[in-house]
């Protein structure tokens, strides 16, 4: 379904934006059309591990195993089906709860996972994830949001500007605030050229507006994207879960330990060395632009005429 979506306002963008012709327009039709029907709709609802994870690694138990005396860091995930973990086989790998242990072990304290992320969510959808936690606050709040929002109309500036709202609402609350930004879209190999290269300028294009957008209200952005691609487009069996939209238990391990860190030091306690700084963009995108290739293309060319 979702993915479906995707490809249908991909098509869109290019006939609105680039004026196709009726032949460029029927090819794009068909691709997406193929890469539909193999992509395919989801066919089971994300797993479920919230609960309080130990230090240990054990979990979930009942918060009423713990001593009277401790309470749990409470971890709330918000966003979509990747923030909710669609695409793995069992709870363990879920991105919520391969966190919640790990934040358990580096803080060598209970740490209590809540889920609120939506199959399908969209940004426009994240206020009421937010307003959801209200009744019970939490101490730390990771936001993925941003796939769905290339299917939907709502323009890369507005979508930005909302998870900008979500992330600056938070934190009046006192709650610290990662988001994982936008993946790019063309590493699903299912979507044929040229439409993956429509899906990947749009999918970047917003999860740079949205680490803007982020780190403007105060919260710490993690471009996905930027990170991720690299593994992804080199390893898309291993990496993608057999809808090959979704990631699999091995994507999700990718992009927990990038998370990680920056959930430690959001909260100030990320005792690891210094973090990183994130890249602009990512080697891998960078490769894929037309004039990259153009260029390699002519590199390559040369090569083998000095080699001859």
Excluded: K
């Excluded at 709650?175 to 993956?196: E, H, K, M, S, Y």
């Amino acid at each position: 379904m979702i993915a479906a979506r995707a490809l249908r306002l991909a098509l869109l963008a290019a006939g609105t934006a680039g004026g196709l012709s009726g032949a460029a327009y029927g090819l794009l039709n068909g691709q997406s059309r193929r890469a539909r029907q193999v992509i395919g709709p989801p066919v089971a609802a994300p797993l479920r591990g919230d609960g309080v994870h130990l230090p240990d690694g054990t979990g979930p138990v009942p918060r009423s195993e713990l001593p009277e005396a401790v309470e749990p860091l409470e971890f709330v995930v918000l966003g979509d089906s990747s923030a909710a973990g669609l695409g793995v086989d069992f709870p363990d790998d879920l991105p919520g709860v391969r966190l919640a242990r790990g934040l358990a072990a580096e803080l060598d304290r209970p740490v209590a996972l809540t889920t609120r992320a939506v199959v399908g969510a969209t940004t426009q959808a994240l206020a009421a994830q937010v307003e959801a936690t209200a009744p019970h606050p939490p101490t730390l709040v990771l936001v993925i949001i941003g796939a769905n929002d290339v299917t939907s109309r709502l323009p890369v500036a507005a979508s930005a500007a909302l998870l900008g709202d979500a992330v600056r609402t938070l934190l009046d609350r006192g709650v610290p605030v990662v988001a994982g930004t936008c993946p790019d879209l063309g590493a699903i190999r299912p979507i044929p050229q040229p439409l993956r290269s429509l899906a990947s300028r749009w999918s970047l294009a917003l999860g740079r507006a949205q680490r803007a957008a982020v780190e403007a209200a105060g919260g710490h952005a993690v471009p996905l994207a930027d990170l991720l691609s690299p593994e992804f487009l080199a390893r898309p069996s291993e990496f993608f879960s057999p809808d090959n939209f979704h990631p699999s238990a091995a994507g999700y391990e990718a992009a927990s330990r990038i998370l990680l860190p920056v959930l430690c030091s959001a909260l100030g306690e990320w005792h690891g060395g210094p973090l990183p700084a994130a890249p602009v963009r990512s080697a891998a995108a960078e490769a894929r632009r037309p004039t990259s290739r153009i260029v390699a293309r002519i590199n390559r060319g040369l090569h083998r005429r000095s080699d001859g």
